[in-house]
T-cell receptor, first 111, second 114 residues
Framework: KNEVEQSPQNLTAQEGEFITINCSYS?????LHWLQQHPGGGIVSLFM???GKKKHGRLIATINIQEKHSSLHITASHPRDSAVYIC?????????????FGEGTQLTVNP | KAGVTQTPRYLIKTRGQQVTLSCSPI?????VSWYQQTPGQGLQFLFE???????NKGNFPGRFSGRQFSNSRSEMNVSTLELGDSALYLC?????????????FGNGTRLTVT
């Protein structure tokens, strides 16, 4: 079992739909990152969370530490949101801990 | 403010050769981390440097090494290249490290080993 699991693996939506991508992890973490990767490889950091909820424009990220679960929501989705969304967790509290990635969710938003 | 710069963007090497990749972080960032991305394994952590010290290392063989200079620029080296080392290599910089501050990624170096 992977330490970080994302669902769904693939998601197709119509423009304007509300989208949710889920991330579950099995280890204690100090931080969780949501990343966006467009074709061509460039990765953009969307959020870094250690508790609660963050919002940036149409994007909302939440985390439940007790349940070891995080969600990324996209409101009023747009074709330019089409990308791979990746969840990554920083394990533990020490400076020696590593970043572990989920396999990513491929999102396609059709006009 | 300039972003994270990785050089070169593309590289073709032959099995058995060695390669050095470079990463210049955002000014003021002290942490640089390196990642390998392949279609089969996804993104995997290679190592993280902070103020010239390697803070953590992923599960990669000793052929993969890195260093960080006093100006925070970092290099990673892969010796005795294997076909399986073909991948996109990404570096990211942050103020304090991935547990404490957001990551800023470079555009990556695409390495092809033939």
């Amino acid at each position: 079992k992977n330490e970080v699991e994302q669902s769904p693996q693939n998601l197709t939506a119509q423009e304007g739909e509300f989208i949710t991508i889920n991330c579950s992890y099995s280890v204690g973490i100090s931080a969780l990152h949501w990343l966006q990767q467009h074709p061509g490889g460039g990765i953009v950091s969307l959020f870094m969370l250690s508790s609660g909820k963050k919002k940036h424009g149409r994007l909302i990220a939440t985390i439940n530490i007790q349940e070891k679960h995080s969600s990324l929501h996209i409101t009023a989705s747009h074709p330019r949101d089409s990308a791979v969304y990746i969840c990554a967790v920083r394990e533990g509290e020490t400076s020696g801990s590593r970043l572990t990635f989920g396999e990513g969710t491929q999102l396609t938003v059709n006009p | 403010k300039a972003g994270v710069t990785q050089t070169p963007r593309y590289l073709i090497k032959t099995r058995g050769q060695q390669v050095t990749l470079s990463c210049s972080p955002i000014s003021g960032h002290r942490s640089v981390s390196w990642y390998q991305q392949t279609p089969g394994q996804g993104l995997q952590f290679l190592f993280e440097y902070f103020s010239e010290t390697q803070r953590n290392k992923g599960n990669f063989p000793g052929r993969f090494s890195g260093r960080q200079f006093s100006n925070s620029r970092s290099e990673m080296n892969v010796s005795t290249l294997e076909l399986g080392d073909s991948a996109l290599y990404l570096c990211a910089s942050s103020l304090e490290g991935s547990g404490w501050s957001p990551l800023h990624f470079g555009n990556g170096t695409r390495l092809t080993v033939t």
